[in-house]
């Protein structure tokens, strides 16, 4: 087994990744206010559940972009992302305050 630090990135960091280049795509920018990530497991499956706060600016490309991350296809290297809900949005003036649930499962299929 190879120590943690070779491991390279978790799936907190890699979920961020992919919720930065899906935004970008989507001509969408987005920050990242807090990540939180707790471990999950069932009698078959381990993995954990992230919630990710992100920031952005509403209109019609947010609205498109919103609508489609719980059905995107995610590519998280290691990890499947079993469910993805998007909880909360809070319009504020010129700002959306989003909060998403996300839970991964690690894959355990040979590469």
């Known amino acids: 087994m190879r120590p943690d630090s070779l491991r390279g990135p978790d799936a907190g960091t890699l979920l961020v990744r992919a919720l930065r280049a899906q935004a970008m795509a989507a001509s969408v920018v987005i920050a990242v206010r807090s990540i939180a990530t707790r471990p999950w497991a069932s ?13 952005a600016e509403p209109g019609e490309s947010f609205d498109r972009w919103i609508a489609t ?31 998403i649930s996300i839970l991964t499962i690690e894959d355990t299929e040979p590469s």
């Open 43 to 55: 009698a078959t499956f381990i993995g954990a559940g992230h919630r990710i706060a992100v920031e």
């Open 69 to 99: 991350i719980p059905e995107s296809e995610w590519i998280i290297r290691g990890h499947l992302v079993a469910d993805l809900i998007v909880d909360r949005i809070i319009l504020n003036g010129g700002n959306a305050s989003v909060s």
